[in-house]
């Protein structure tokens, strides 16, 4: 069975540009997670989707990050103008849903804004 | 949101001797308790978790506590390895249909040979 599958790996930026993750979850898997992860510190949920339908984005800086999953599959994070602050990890994860717990990660993109 | 908070943050030991680490969370809702393991370059991974209807479970080496009352769990690793060296993540998850899952800061654990 495939994993979650993330790209790219790495991200590096100037603040002020724009950059867009992907997340391909596992196949079936109908809850789809977007974390940040600073470095040293745990990850901390940006916004989760169930199938295409937001659950819950309170954590999600609506200003400059958006997050999209049209079909219920695929999922892309977007910051419009990153900011040095937004430096961290960017983890994708997705669990097969109601009243299943265990959360499958992929690798992660790690971005850099200089 | 729920607040998980995990300490120590660094934790060294030597091995063969055990490892602790503590949690404490502040919704009583909260019924799920995961355990991640995440090595450098990696991306964590479920190791051992822990329903509010159980006060302790073991798997190998592996053993989390759960207290309920005092809104604590806490992972205990016996005999450690040097392979055991990884950042650890304590997590809890309010049943609430679809559910989230808060994250503690982490524990950064060297097993010393």
């Known amino acids: 069975e495939a994993g979650v599958t993330q790209s790219p790996r790495y991200a590096v930026l100037q603040e002020g540009q724009a950059v867009s993750f992907w997340c391909d979850p596992i196949s079936g898997h109908d809850t789809l997670y977007w974390y940040q992860q600073p470095r040293d510190q745990g990850p901390q949920l940006l916004v989760y989707?169930?199938?295409?339908?937001?659950?819950?984005n309170s954590q999600l800086p609506s200003d400059r990050f958006s997050a999209v999953r049209p079909k219920g599959t695929n999922s892309t994070l977007k910051i419009q103008s990153a900011k040095q602050g937004d430096t961290a990890t960017y983890l994708c994860?997705?669990?097969?849903?109601?009243?299943?717990?265990?959360?499958?990660f992929g690798s992660g993109t790690r971005l850099t804004v200089l | 949101g729920e607040q998980v908070e995990q300490l120590p943050s660094i934790l060294r030991v030597q091995e063969g001797s055990s490892a602790s680490i503590n949690c404490s969370y502040e919704d009583s809702a909260s019924n799920y308790f995961p355990w991640y393991k995440q090595e450098p370059g990696e991306n964590p991974k479920l190791i051992i978790d822990i329903r509010s209807n159980m006060e302790r479970k073991q798997i190998q080496e592996l053993i989390v506590l759960l207290d309920k009352k005092a809104k604590r769990f806490s992972l205990h690793i016996t005999d450690t390895q040097p392979g055991d060296s990884a950042m650890y993540f304590c997590?809890?998850?309010?049943?609430?249909?679809?559910?989230?899952?808060?994250f503690g800061k982490g524990t950064s654990l060297t097993v010393i040979p």
């Open positions: 997590a809890a998850s309010p049943n609430t249909g679809y559910q989230n899952f808060y």
């Open positions: 989707f169930r199938d295409e339908a937001v659950i819950d």
């Open positions: 994860a997705s669990s097969p849903g109601l009243g299943a717990e265990t959360l499958y």
